[in-house]
Structure formats: C-alpha cells, structure tokens
C-alpha cells in the first residue's frame, strides 16, 4: 500500500513496509518460542544492549538512540538489565523533523521533543516502521546460522540482512525516505548534473524475517529453518550480517532484549537450488 504524507511542507510517498515484501519466512502462522542452545557463542556484538556507545547515550555497536521512537532503558524486570523500547505511535512529521535535529545537525538527547500520539496512518508505524539496526557480523561461506530475539508487546518483525561488502552504521541506514530528508537538510543535491533524480539504494543481497512477540511477557523468539545467507547461487559472496529489529503495526509499545546470532549445523533439506530458481528465494536481488 502506497502512503503519503507531508513532512516539513514536503509531500513524501513513503516506501512500502519491508513487512509488505515478498520475502522469505517461516511457515505460515507459525511463531516459534525457543532458546538458544546452551553454551552457544553468540556473534553479534553487545546483543544485550549493556554497553554503552562513546557518548554513554545509546547501546554500543547498535544504531543511535533518539529518544522519541526509539529509548534505551532499564527494564522493570531486573534480570533483563538495558532493554530497547521503539514507540511506533509517533508522529512521522514530528519523528522526521527532530531526526534532521538529533542526526544531521547533531542535537543532545536531551533536547528530545515530547512525544505527539498518533495512532494512525501518520504514525512511524503506519508508514516507515521502527527500524533498529545492529552492527555487521562477519560470516562463514556456507555456514548456516539461527536468531534469537527477547521480546514483548504486540508481534513484530526481525530481519536479518546480508552483504557483500561492509557498510557503516548510521541510523536509518536502510530507509530511502529518511536518508531523502538528511539529505535535503544537508543541502545535498537531489539531482545529478544531467537532472536525475539521487536515489539511495538499498544495499543488502540476501534478506530473511521471522515474526516475535505477541504477549505481555517477556519470551524467546527465533525461526523454524536455520538462515544459509550463502547458500543461494545469488547470495553466495554474501560475507556479513545485520539484524533489524523491525515493530511496525499497530502504532503501538515495543521491547527488545538479547539479540542472539548463533551458528548452527547446516540442514541438508536446504540445499542450493539451480539459478532460475534462486531469486523466488533467499536469492533475489534487491536493487
């Protein structure tokens, strides 16, 4: 579904919710609460969100905390410690504008605005979504690995991505329209000299989902298949990972906890298919 909106006099035709791609998933319906295997060296840097970035105002080797959508805080549950709430019932003009302030011209946290409900289509949940971004994960070629995610409030999605190449982590790294407005309030050039538009691309090779949440409770989350990012004839100079943490619809309160990566035995049921067959999977290119 197409969305427009207006942010800052500027009439924006948001880009679909990744939640909206034809991508692969679990089998249908289903949700899997399960822990990670004992013991387990989980990859992913700082998954617990306990150490804190150079600044001391946001989770280390995750992207930035802006205080509006998105708060690094410590759970009322003692065992959890530092948690990541995403508010998705925010205002999309009142979230664009203070991330031009917090992002580009580099506002303390502090000076974050109070939070203007909005339950609606004009939410970050109707529209971009609450995007969270990890730090890249070097992986193996051919390994086969599994995510696990601590989570509560209404269902979400996680994502993770894949890429040939390292990228730096910046907030809202992968989203189109954001970078758009940073652009703008840099004073960029949106067109090349020959009166193109600039567009930015999304990088990423290889693209998985699994769903979790859904209870008021604090549970384990992860995917029924293990992920085999180079395991598709597309997908096979895939060398680094990131997680998405991705709550969207409804406009509502979302926590996370202990986001785990985790390498696991590769499963034989999910060989590599011929070329004409790969891009209906884990394979498509995304441009």
Known sequence: MMRVAMVMGVMLIATPMLADTKIPV?????????????????????????????????????QGIDGLVFHWIKDED???????????????????????????????????????????????GGLDGGFYLSDLIPIKEGAAYKVYVDAKGPRAKVFA????????????????????????????PMKTPEGRPIHY???????????????????TYTHHDPMHPTGRELTQDVRYLRIMLYPYWPADTYWFDNVRVIEVPNDAKQGKPEADAADIEEGKVVK
């Open 161 to 188: 991505f894949g890429y040939v190449k390292p990228v730096a982590l910046s907030f809202g790294d992968e989203e189109p329209a954001v970078q758009e407005q940073f652009r703008k309030a840099r004073g960029e």
């Open 201 to 219: 691309y999304r990088r990423y090779l290889y693209r998985r989902w699994f769903t979790v949440g859904g209870s008021d409770e604090w549970k």
């Open 26 to 62: 679990s089998p249908a319906g289903d949700i899997t609460v399960e822990s990670p295997p004992a013991g387990a060296a989980n990859l992913i840097v700082n998954g617990d969100f306990e150490a804190a970035n150079e600044a001391g105002d946001g989770p280390a080797h995750w």
């Open 78 to 124: 003692a065992s959890h410690g530092r948690v990541l709430r995403i508010e998705t019932d925010v205002s999309q003009s009142a979230a664009y504008a203070w991330w031009i302030k917090r992002f580009v011209e580099h506002a303390s946290l502090d000076a974050a605005p109070q939070k203007i409900s909005d339950k609606g289509y004009g939410s970050i």
